[in-house]
């Protein structure tokens, strides 16, 4: 079991959506909360609401995740505010939406920035302490296309599907390294943040567009249990079973389950249909 209560957590992308709620959850629980996004402002607001409703006083901070060049002095800081990380929560993400001939190449590079090497740079500033002290937990945002390439998604599921491999290195490393360092791995399909407004699944009840809420709560009760990887909805966990079906099987099922057509509509946080960012 990993203990919130009296410990340090830092919550990236914490200005909005999951990692807000992620966030409250365990200021509730009696954690000391450290808050990282890029939108400074907003980061603030959610101190403030946190504050206003649990008691519990947060670092808040402007940190762009994806250059090591901000994360390690933001890093210093907070070790000098609220102490050494316990819990980690790499929740910061950008999501790009379209053909492949329609991404920008801009788009692509900030898609990996922010969503596969700002793992390495966060991690690596907290780390070290956790192994020294064989205690902590990581947890990696995942999603349900880090299991299996969306059309019109190729950016995004690309780089989860490489932080559904980061996860899984670093949980063999620490098994080595630091045993009491646990990892969680977070594969959600859609959820109703914002980032993927327009999403649409075409069988609600077998893929529904999560609820933000009861995902936060998925995530807070996995780091609680040392759960290794959350998958949801159920069906998501039957992806890495579908993969032992011939390709043009497997492609066949993604299709009549609408997994395919299901980001035609995307128009994301801020209305565009190319992007939304929540680092």
């Given at each position: 079991?990993?203990?919130?209560?009296?410990?340090?957590?830092?919550?990236?992308?914490?200005?909005?959506?999951?990692?807000?709620?992620?966030?409250?959850?365990?200021?509730?629980?009696?954690?000391?909360?450290?808050?990282?996004?890029?939108?400074?402002?907003?980061?603030?607001?959610?101190?403030?609401?946190?504050?206003?409703?649990?008691?519990?006083?947060?670092?808040?901070?402007?940190v762009d995740v994806s250059a090591g060049a901000q994360v390690y002095p933001a890093a210093d800081a907070v070790r000098a505010?609220?102490?050494?990380?316990?819990?980690?929560?790499?929740?910061?993400?950008?999501?790009?939406?379209?053909?492949?001939?329609?991404?920008?190449?801009?788009?692509?590079?900030?898609?990996?920035?922010?969503?596969?090497?700002?793992?390495?740079?966060?991690?690596?500033?907290?780390?070290?302490?956790?192994?020294?002290?064989?205690?902590?937990?990581?947890?990696?945002?995942?999603?349900?296309?880090?299991?299996?390439?969306?059309?019109?998604?190729?950016?995004?599921?690309?780089?989860?599907?490489?932080?559904?491999?980061?996860?899984?290195?670093?949980?063999?490393?620490l098994r080595q390294l630091a045993p009491g360092v646990r990892t969680t791995q977070v594969n959600p399909y859609y959820v109703a943040t914002g980032l993927a407004e327009g999403a649409r699944s075409r069988y609600?009840?077998?893929?529904?567009?999560?609820?933000?809420?009861?995902?936060?709560?998925?995530?807070?009760?996995?780091?609680?249990?040392?759960?290794?990887?959350?998958?949801?909805?159920?069906?998501?966990?039957?992806?890495?079973?579908?993969?032992?079906?011939?390709?043009?099987?497997?492609?066949?099922?993604?299709?009549?389950?609408?997994?395919?057509?299901?980001?035609?509509?995307?128009?994301?946080?801020?209305?565009?249909?190319?992007?939304?960012?929540?680092?």
């Amino acid at each position: 079991m990993t203990e919130i209560a009296g410990r340090t957590v830092l919550v990236t992308g914490a200005a909005s959506g999951l990692g807000r709620l992620i966030a409250l959850r365990c200021a509730r629980l009696g954690g000391r909360l450290a808050l990282w996004d890029l939108d400074g402002p907003g980061v603030d607001r959610v101190a403030d609401e946190i504050a206003a409703h649990t008691g519990v006083r947060c670092h808040a901070d402007r940190v762009d995740v994806s250059a090591g060049a901000q994360v390690y002095p933001a890093a210093d800081a907070v070790r000098a505010h609220v102490g050494d990380v316990d819990v980690l929560v790499n929740n910061a993400g950008i999501m790009h939406g379209g053909t492949l001939t329609d991404l920008p190449d801009e788009a692509v590079e900030a898609t990996f920035r922010v969503n596969v090497l700002s793992l390495f740079w966060v991690t690596k500033a907290f780390l070290p302490a956790m192994v020294a002290r064989n205690r902590g937990h990581i947890v990696t945002m995942g999603s349900a296309s880090g299991r299996i390439g969306v059309a019109r998604l190729s950016a995004y599921a690309a780089s989860k599907h490489a932080a559904v491999g980061f996860d899984e290195s670093l949980r063999a490393e620490l098994r080595q390294l630091a045993p009491g360092v646990r990892t969680t791995q977070v594969n959600p399909y859609y959820v109703a943040t914002g980032l993927a407004e327009g999403a649409r699944s075409r069988y609600p009840r077998l893929l529904p567009i999560l609820e933000p809420d009861a995902v936060a709560a998925r995530v807070v009760d996995a780091v609680r249990r040392d759960r290794l990887v959350v998958e949801m909805p159920w069906l998501v966990k039957a992806t890495p079973w579908l993969r032992f079906l011939p390709p043009r099987v497997f492609d066949r099922i993604a299709d009549t389950l609408g997994i395919n057509v299901s980001m035609n509509d995307f128009v994301g946080r801020h209305g565009s249909t190319d992007a939304t960012r929540v680092a």
